[in-house]
T-cell receptor, first 112, second 113 residues
Framework: DAKTTQPPSMDCAEGRAANLPCNHSTISGNEYVYWYRQIHSQGPQYIIHGLKNNETNEMASLIITEDRKSSTLILPHATLRDTAVYYCIANDRGSTLGRLYFGRGTQLTVWP | SQTIHQWPATLVQPVGSPLSLECTVEGTSNPNLYWYRQAAGRGLQLLFYSVGIGQISSEVPQNLSASRPQDRQFILSSKKLLLSDSGFYLC????????????FGSGTQLSVL
């Protein structure tokens, strides 16, 4: 899997957009960008994934640069419950059989 | 809908004692199953994965073993626990067809004293 780089921590005011960056400069053509988050003492939760195009679901939006070397996860209106560690993972599901290799992630703190 | 169950939620065991953590998945067949561990202050590390009954692959050398006696049951074991086995253990699954992403259990916090 391609290595990803994320800032260790970020802050965001409640109600504002949280933009979490991820660098994956060595990503291969078959690797998708996945985002998971882990609230303290819970199991990780899947958020979103994408290959080339920008993606949006009920939780977040994923913006992938045209060269696919970086991406941004956007939480449009952050709430206190969005405080968690966010993991960006580059993964080729076909070759890894769904195995996930987590880095240190970004600790997002949403403050009132 | 599919659900994943993991127990116990918390476990305190003395060094040298055995371990058995169980994970079961409901509402699906032939899932891929995984055990992860998160040591204090560290990231999630994949320990084992299984693509079928009796098929176990280990990701890292360690004091633990895994077994899959039934299609939707995944067990993590140790004959003699070490202090370094302490951590937060998570079971996860995803469908073989790849149509949905990994879902995780609620985890077991293991303290070896």
């Amino acid at each position: 899997d391609a290595k990803t780089t994320q800032p260790p921590s970020m802050d965001c005011a409640e109600g504002r957009a949280a933009n979490l960056p991820c660098n994956h400069s060595t990503i291969s053509g078959n690797e998708y960008v996945y985002w998971y988050r882990q609230i303290h003492s819970q199991g990780p939760q899947y958020i979103i994934h994408g290959l080339k195009n920008n993606e949006t679901n009920e939780m977040a939006s994923l913006i992938i640069t045209e060269d696919r070397k970086s991406s941004t996860l956007i939480l449009p209106h952050a709430t206190l419950r969005d405080t968690a560690v966010y993991y960006c993972i580059a993964n080729d599901r076909g070759s890894t059989l769904g195995r996930l290799y987590f880095g240190r992630g970004t600790q997002l703190t949403v403050w009132p | 809908s599919q659900t994943i169950h993991q127990w116990p939620a918390t476990l305190v065991q003395p060094v040298g004692s055995p371990l058995s953590l169980e994970c079961t998945v409901e509402g699906t067949s032939n899932p891929n199953l995984y055990w992860y561990r998160q040591a204090a202050g560290r990231g999630l590390q994949l320990l084992f994965y299984s693509v079928g009954i009796g098929q176990i692959s280990s990701e890292v050398p360690q004091n633990l073993s895994a077994s899959r006696p039934q299609d939707r049951q995944f067990i993590l074991s140790s004959k003699k626990l070490l202090l370094s086995d302490s951590g937060f253990y998570l079971c996860a699954w995803n469908p073989r067809d790849g149509l949905t992403e990994s879902a995780f259990g609620s985890g077991t916090q293991l303290s070896v004293l």
